[in-house]
């Protein structure tokens, strides 16, 4: 018997140490990152949990009233960016390329893009891996059942999702992820 609690005591002991040297490890690893990066890290894995898609729990996601148009909601984007100094980059109407393409119609599926080209250049200054998320992309797609919703990235993973960002660049990176969140909000009401 005592064989067996030593037995059990040893392997108490190796799983404790274990978990110390686990827990010393995240922390040194992770200790300069924003002090937000957990809660996102937690309400992503709940998202991705919950849905099982891994591009449901990345992405922001509205749904636009039943009364606006796909035309309007974009009308709309580009009136809100204008109205908040957020540039209009472009239109990729995907729809079209699919009908080119195949012949046959195809629902509503648009690429909205904006980009704040002063913050754009700050945040290549940081790092150069950011131009892969630029410019920020807002899509209109019609569902199956003929319901517009507007999906964008959600941002907080770049700016809170590992080492902190610098004062000033995290201030201007919360202000664009502000203004998009505004206009994802306001065009799927039909603001103008």
Request: overall charge negative.
């Amino acid at each position: 018997m005592n064989k067996l609690k030593n037995l059990f005591a040893v392997i108490g002991l190796v799983a404790t140490i274990f978990w110390a040297g686990f827990y010393a490890w995240v922390w040194l690893e992770t200790r300069d990152f924003d002090p937000d990066a957990w809660g996102l890290y937690k309400e992503f894995a709940g998202k991705l949990l919950d849905t099982g898609d891994l591009a449901e729990a990345f992405v922001w996601e509205v749904r636009v009233e039943d009364d606006v148009s796909a035309d309007d909601v974009k009308e709309s984007m580009k009136s809100l960016a204008v109205e908040r100094n957020f540039l209009f980059v472009g239109e990729s109407p995907f729809y079209k390329q699919v009908e080119a393409v195949t012949g046959k119609p195809y629902r509503h599926v648009a690429f909205m893009q904006f980009c704040d080209v002063s913050v754009g250049i700050e945040m290549l200054a940081h790092n150069n891996a950011y131009a892969a998320f630029m410019p920020c992309v807002i899509s209109v797609v019609e569902d199956q059942q003929g319901v517009l919703w507007l999906y964008a990235m959600n941002m907080d993973f770049l700016i809170h999702g590992a080492n902190e960002l610098p004062p000033k660049l995290k201030t201007k990176a919360l202000k664009v992820r502000r203004i998009m969140r505004e206009i994802m909000e306001g065009a799927a009401a039909g603001e103008f």
